[in-house]
Structure formats: C-alpha cells, structure tokens
C-alpha cells in the first residue's frame, strides 16, 4: 500500500540513502552512492530489521526462532553486496539466460 512505501522511503531518508521532493513533479532520488548502499548498511541504519528475541519458550517461538536463522544465514553472504552488484548480478543474469536458449536451439 502507499503508507507502507511511505514508511519505507521514510526510513531510507533517515538513512541518507533517498532523497525526496515533494509536489506534482516530485519523487524519490538516490543521495549516495549505490556502491556503499549495501545489505550491512541497510541494517545497521535501522532500514532493515533482523533482530529476534524470543519472549517466551513455546513451540510457536521456537520455530520462529529457527526461521529466523535460517533466513539469516541465508542473507549473509548478501551483507556486504552493494545495489551496484545487484544491478550487474541481473544483467549477467539475463545473459547467460539468452546464451542458453541459444544453445538449447
């Protein structure tokens, strides 16, 4: 919904990452650059959150818990890639998708 957005460029302005102008030609614009705006940044500037605490121990909050590690482990090796990386990821991406059907012909 909009208000989520919202809530999402807001935190993204708090963390430098957006810029915002408002009115009929206004929008959202990047304020640094996309090589340091990284997973590990993100979190540490409260725009993604991946903390977890269980508040009481029952089976509901211990498999929680357990998604929870495996959705971290899972975004590890990300911390440190920059949106500059994951532009280039979907352009070699779409690559070696064409060179494929290429050779499957």
């Known amino acids: 919904s909009g208000i989520y957005l919202e809530q999402i460029g807001r935190k993204l302005r708090m963390a430098k990452v957006l810029k915002a102008t408002r009115g009929p030609n206004g929008g959202y614009l990047l304020s640094m650059d996309p090589s340091k ?10 725009v993604v959150r991946v903390n977890y605490k ?3 121990d029952k089976p509901k909050d211990m498999l929680s818990k357990e998604m929870y590690k495996i959705f971290n482990n899972a975004l590890k090796p990300f911390y440190n890639t920059s949106i500059t990386e994951f532009k280039s990821f979907g352009k070699q991406s779409k690559r070696k998708e064409k060179s494929l059907e290429v050779a499957e012909v």
């Open 37 to 46: 705006v990284t997973l590990k940044y993100l979190i540490d500037n409260e």
């Open 54 to 56: 269980v508040k009481e």
